[in-house]
């Protein structure tokens, strides 16, 4: 437990019994606390990007991480989702990655014909979706095609917020107010009351915000002015508060002071309050406040105890409502010293690089971490969108905190304006944890199964018989009495697939149902978007000449089996491999012309039967024992599975090459109890099957993207020296080690590009401490 007893600065002795009534009050809470930090962790996203800018077709590497809020690796494998976003907060796609031990790396294919503007990747776990999305990790980048990019539309509409520190504006008490605008404000802001006295003025920071010290009057109201495009832009205060805290921290020396105030004749002047400090789901300070007759009470709290990150200051009152509550920054005591050693000062043109990463703390001791590597052409990229880095991430923006800050006390104003978005005390005070998403360290598909007709939920314990039609894997799942379901993918499946499925009874009796499938239904907010304007964008005419010496190299070193056309196959050949083979085949341009799929059937396919019942037809593949199945075979029509016997009826023999038959038992069992009835592979004259594809109970779904490693050339002597290389990223290492020294070594090729080179190094120590460095390289032109 990491409750410490705060230094008090009172004007009166606090009784006895006072103090154990708070004391239970603050033991009940920590608790609590520490249930809801067991029971719902708090987790954090990270990944790292090569680049900051990219075109469409290219590839985007990444290295990821996937920590408790103690900065620990969440054990065992995990899925964390990968989402693009565009300007107007539309999913454009997404991917599925496997972390193992809370690391991994992987990339992101962007697809062509995406217009030119700012997009954003949002990457979190399916565990994540149970807290506020805002913790979700979101890092901007440019996606050019041709020029660069500005602002879509300037915003001419002066707008001002305001935010009182602790939450409220409270009447006649010292209150500090945070004042953010919406727009770069050069002209002071001057705050006035309604008898137009004025009593404060502000200069705004180049992040839009300032602050200012004032003493409200309940009977007053106040509003801010300023001049902009010469007019003058007028925004009321929030109303004055009879009730209620004022709370004003001072973090400038130790001890940190933490000063609280409330109204002569507020009705809270006798109850039993609590000042608590936490940080990661943990109370590290807690403090019994009272004020009866004082105007102020100053609470006192050393920082060395707490760890690096945001921290969060509420006061309590016994019912464990909150009153008043601020964010601020907690700044390591343990620094962490990153360099960067080259061993030339300038290199040439594909000469051999190599770097040397150091890693120590303060005292100069060595220490071990994992780190991830990019080098990339200082040319090419915008400074308009930033690499996250980790260090401030993970500590700052993790909890959904802005980075538009440029210094300390910046940070400080934009965490004023802050909501704590990691910890809900009414959840934690009424002992409501967790939620309805789990960790997942599966593939997995959730759905609902109705009936088509009525749309009523199927009998309890019905089966949902699934098939993974290009992973040629089948699952099965049971509903519970509501009709929903789970379907986890015990074997992994990549990128793009396709899920054939049935439902049956528990019997075996196939139903007349469908599943309603639960998708992902995330959000996303739009931001500000950007078009192209007149000016050539550096990295898109690096993109567009490289693609035209890529060409007119590949050009001339075609080889002859590259050009030659290929024959279209079978679609239904793996689907065949499956099944190991086939028991009947009929080619149908071998036998005269039917007019009718029936008339193909009774005169020319073998073991398949046709006939009609109550006006439905059926169809049945005759088993080998000459048992007649009870129920349609399963088609596969040009590689879609199927149990429509009326569209395989509709065919035109004209239309199909082949018709094959599979009844053989030990075959079927391969496609479990989906197969029981035997199978009818068609393959046609490449009909499209539109009709198929929209009736048919099939839903894509989207397996894991396997990692692909990223392509390093050398250039060594013996290599082909008329090769062209031009790579925006020199170099990327997803995961690097450094040794027992605090030492790891990076070696690679320059490329036939000049110019600075940046190298940024992203990564965590063993015990949990994230660390960046910036550096770069200069290489000239090899005249040799």
């Known amino acids: 437990m990491k409750i410490k007893w705060a230094a008090l600065f009172f004007l009166f002795v606090i009784t006895t019994a006072f103090v154990q009534i708070d004391a239970d009050f603050i033991q009940v809470l920590t608790k609590k606390l520490q249930q809801y930090k067991t029971q719902s962790p708090h987790v954090k996203v990270f990944l790292f990007f090569n680049q900051n800018v990219y075109a469409t077709g290219d590839t985007a590497y990444f290295s990821a991480h996937f920590l408790s809020e103690d900065m620990d690796r969440i054990a065992g494998r995990q899925i964390v989702r990968v989402d693009l976003i565009d300007q107007n907060g539309t999913l454009v796609f997404f991917e599925n990655v496997a972390l193992k031990d809370g690391k991994g790396a992987n990339q992101v294919a962007i697809p062509a014909g995406l217009k030119a503007g700012v997009y954003q990747w949002v990457a979190y776990s399916d565990w994540m979706k149970n807290f506020n999305p805002g913790l979700y990790f979101r890092q901007d980048f440019l996606l050019v095609e041709k020029n660069n990019l500005v602002a879509g539309k300037k915003v001419d509409q002066v707008d001002f917020k305001f935010y009182p520190e602790g939450g409220s504006l409270i009447s006649s008490v010292p209150n500090k107010v ?44 106040y509003y801010a002015t300023t001049q902009q495009f010469d007019k003058e832009v007028k925004v009321s205060l929030p109303s004055v508060s009879l009730q209620g805290f004022s709370m004003m921290m001072s973090a400038s020396q130790e001890p940190w002071k933490v000063d609280i105030r409330t109204p002569r004749d507020s009705k809270v002047r006798k109850e039993n309050l609590w000042l608590v400090i936490t940080a990661r789901s943990e109370v590290y300070f807690s403090a019994p406040v009272r004020f009866d007759d004082r105007e102020l009470i100053t609470v006192q709290f050393s920082s060395k105890e707490l760890p690096a990150g945001i921290c969060y200051a509420t006061l309590f009152n016994e019912q464990g409502d909150v009153l008043a509550e601020r964010l601020f920054m907690s700044n390591p005591t343990k620094k962490l010293e990153t360099t960067i050693s080259k061993n030339q000062k300038i290199y040439n043109t594909r000469s051999g690089v190599e770097l040397q990463v150091s890693l120590k703390d303060d005292l100069g001791n060595p220490i071990q971490g994992e780190f991830a590597v990019s080098v990339f052409n200082q040319r090419l990229f915008t400074n308009q969108v930033a690499h996250s880095l980790m260090d401030e991430y993970l500590h700052i923006q993790s909890d959904g905190v802005g980075k538009d800050y440029s210094s300390a006390e910046g940070l400080d104003l934009l965490l004023i304006t802050q909501s704590n978005r990691r910890l809900d005390w009414k959840t934690i005070t009424n002992g409501k944890m967790k939620g309805s998403h789990s960790f997942k360290r599966l593939i997995q598909y959730s759905g609902r199964v109705v009936n088509k007709e009525n749309g009523q939920p199927v009998p309890d314990s019905s089966r949902v018989v699934a098939y993974l039609q290009k992973s040629m894997m089948g699952y099965e799942a049971i509903t519970r009495k509501d009709g929903n379901f789970d379907l986890a993918f015990l074997f992994d499946f990549w990128n793009d697939d396709e899920i054939f499925y049935t439902v049956e009874t528990k019997k075996g009796k196939e139903l007349n149902a469908k599943v309603v499938w639960e998708l992902d239904s995330s959000s996303h907010a739009a931001f500000t978007p950007m078009i192209e304007n007149e000016e050539a964008n550096s990295y898109a005419d690096f993109i567009n000449r490289k693609t035209l010496v890529d060409r007119s190299y590949n050009f001339y070193n075609k080889s002859e089996a590259a050009v030659k056309t290929s024959v279209a196959e079978d679609p239904n050949r793996d689907f065949e491999d499956e099944l190991t083979g086939v028991d009947y085949s009929v080619k149908v341009d071998e036998y005269v012309v039917f007019p009718t799929m029936e008339e ?17 037809a059926l169809v049945r593949v005759i088993l080998p024992d000459g048992a007649i199945p009870n129920d349609n075979p399963l088609y596969i029509i040009d590689g879609i599975m199927t149990k429509s016997t009326e569209y395989f009826l509709q065919l035109k023999p004209s239309d199909v090459i082949s018709i094959k038959i599979v009844r053989t038992v030990n075959k079927l069992n391969r496609f479990g109890t989906m197969g029981r009835n035997g199978i009818v592979l068609v393959y046609t004259k490449g009909l499209d099957h539109k009709k198929l594809k929209m009736e048919n109970t099939v839903i894509s779904v989207k397996g894991l993207n396997r990692s692909i490693p990223f392509h390093v050339p050398t250039h060594a002597a013996s290599s082909n020296q008329r090769i062209p290389d031009f790579r925006s990223t020199l170099y990327w290492n997803p995961s690097m080690m450094t040794n027992s020294r605090g030492e790891g070594t990076i070696s690679f090729s320059a490329s036939d590009d000049v110019g600075n080179f940046l190298i940024q190094v992203q990564g965590m120590t063993l015990d949990g401490r994230p660390f960046s460095k910036l550096d770069s390289i200069q290489v000239t032109f090899n005249k040799n």
């Open 600 to 616: 193909l059937i009774r005169e020319v396919v073998p073991s398949l039967q046709h006939r009609k019942a109550r006006g439905n």
């Open 178 to 221: 945070v004042i953010a605008g919406n727009s770069k404000i050069t002209s002071p802001v001057r705050i006035m009351d309604q008898a137009g006295n004025e009593v404060a003025q502000i200069q705004l920071n180049e992040s839009g915000r300032g602050h200012f010290n004032f003493t409200p009057v309940a009977t007053n109201s």
